[in-house]
């Protein structure tokens, strides 16, 4: 990527936010409603008042497409003129005489911003994309020696998730009841014991595809907006019961953590990198994709109990995923499903081949065998109420630094419920 200008708007030394990055979301500032800006820096760029002031009359038909609660219909709009506003404002951005520095308004602290779902969400799906992840399930859970299933290699895995209950980070996360079976007794329902994180990335759909008419890989990236953090939460114990045969439920649909920002797929190009080799078996043709498919971000969690910290207890790195983006859009439409945009597409828990590099509490304590210790000395197999689940994502190469922000959560106390039926 050629190096570019320095921004007018002070950006501090290895911010997520760099001139490279401006990320799309949704903000409203104190009594405000919720609109459309771009994360520079500590600051967030109102796109409202950059369209009021003609920024983009060249771009935009409608200057008012900016200030709705949601990303959607701007998305819709298609690439070519989302990337003509980002380079538009990156322009603006990087130009010393740029009118837009007299604009009152026009940049609003992050630090006194609230922020919003970027976009209405309307159908979620989960991979199982990462070998090392899908590996350490399967010597957990099924045969050491066999550990992945035997469609694993053959195709991107996956299930629909519930889009009701994805929330922006920073919202509490409650502690979910269910159905627990202890090894010798009889289901009872109770607070979940295993309560868990999962670290992936997730993709936003960019645009609508036709019922019927699958995309193939070669297109996928038509239809891949941008990135943000995922983090699917998952109750280990309820999921273990419930679910044979179909799979999962309620073990996950309690909550998934999303970042604010979505990050354009443009701005992740520096670090595209190759993806693992998949010769053995070979893909089937509709899979094949050519190219640097796999994008080389570094990933970490940090746990704050409520002792202490945070302390960082993996680092992980987006570029180990076995399937890749492309990959999974073209089969999840292969049978025809059509897409739409804002459509959220998680990537599964994304490990490495080392225990620190584990994304899940699943692996970091061997199925809670090996209790990790934490920065404050205390111990964890699981999470417990009080502590905060900190993700974050970036990608650094040449000068260069690109960053997604952070997908936080806290865990709260199980509601209260009456036990009939335990």
């Not at 025809?336 to 225990?355: H, P």
Request: with cysteine.
């Amino acid at each position: 990527m050629k190096k570019l200008e320095a921004s007018w708007v002070e950006i501090p030394e290895n911010s997520d936010f760099s001139i490279y990055n401006l990320p799309f979301g949704i903000f409203s500032f104190r009594d405000e409603y919720p609109r459309a800006g771009m994360a520079v820096g500590d600051e967030i760029l109102d796109l409202g008042i950059a369209a009021y002031h003609g920024m983009f009359q060249e771009i935009l038909k409608d200057d008012t497409i900016f200030d709705r609660p949601v990303l959607n219909e701007f998305i819709r709009l298609g690439k070519k003129t989302t990337s003509a506003v980002r380079k538009k404002v990156q322009d603006e951005l990087c130009d010393s005489n740029s009118r837009f520095r007299q604009v009152a308004k026009l940049l609003v602290p992050q630090a006194e911003a609230t922020m919003h779902l970027p976009v209405q969400i309307g159908d979620v799906t989960d991979f199982y994309s990462s070998m090392e992840h899908a590996t350490n399930v399967g010597k957990m859970f099924r045969d050491p020696e066999n550990a992945l299933l035997p469609n694993w290699k053959h195709l991107p895995v996956g299930y629909h998730g519930r889009a009701s209950s994805i929330v922006i980070s920073g919202t509490p996360i409650r502690r979910p009841w269910g159905q627990l079976k202890p090894p010798d007794a009889p289901p009872a329902f109770l607070p979940s014991k295993r309560l868990d994180f999962e670290l992936e990335m997730a993709f936003v759909v960019g645009g609508d595809s036709t019922l019927g008419e699958p995309v193939p890989a070669s297109r996928a990236e038509e239809y891949i907006f941008g990135l943000m953090l995922f983090n699917d939460w998952s109750a280990r114990d309820i999921q273990k019961w419930e679910y044979v045969p179909l799979g999962p439920f309620l073990g996950k649909s309690f909550a998934s953590t999303v970042s604010p920002w979505i990050v354009p797929l443009e701005a992740l190009e520096p670090f595209r990198v190759d993806g693992p080799l998949q010769e053995d078996p070979e893909v089937l043709p509709y899979l094949k994709t050519s190219g640097k498919q796999n994008v080389d971000l570094t990933l970490e969690v940090s746990l704050q109990t409520e002792q202490g910290g945070p302390g960082m207890i993996c680092r992980s790195n987006f570029k180990y995923m076995y399937w890749n983006m492309a990959q999974q859009l073209a089969h999840h439409t292969s049978n025809g499903c059509n897409l739409r945009v804002g459509d959220v597409m998680a990537s599964g828990t994304i490990s490495g081949k080392e225990r620190g590099s584990f994304g899940s509490m699943l692996e970091l304590s061997w199925g809670g065998k090996e209790p990790l210790t934490l920065s404050d000395g205390t111990t964890r197999t699981f999470l417990e109420d009080g502590d905060t689940v900190i993700m974050t994502a970036y990608g650094e190469k040449e000068g260069i630094r690109v960053g997604f922000g952070e997908a936080r959560g806290t865990i709260l106390p199980p509601l209260e419920q009456k036990r009939e039926n335990s």
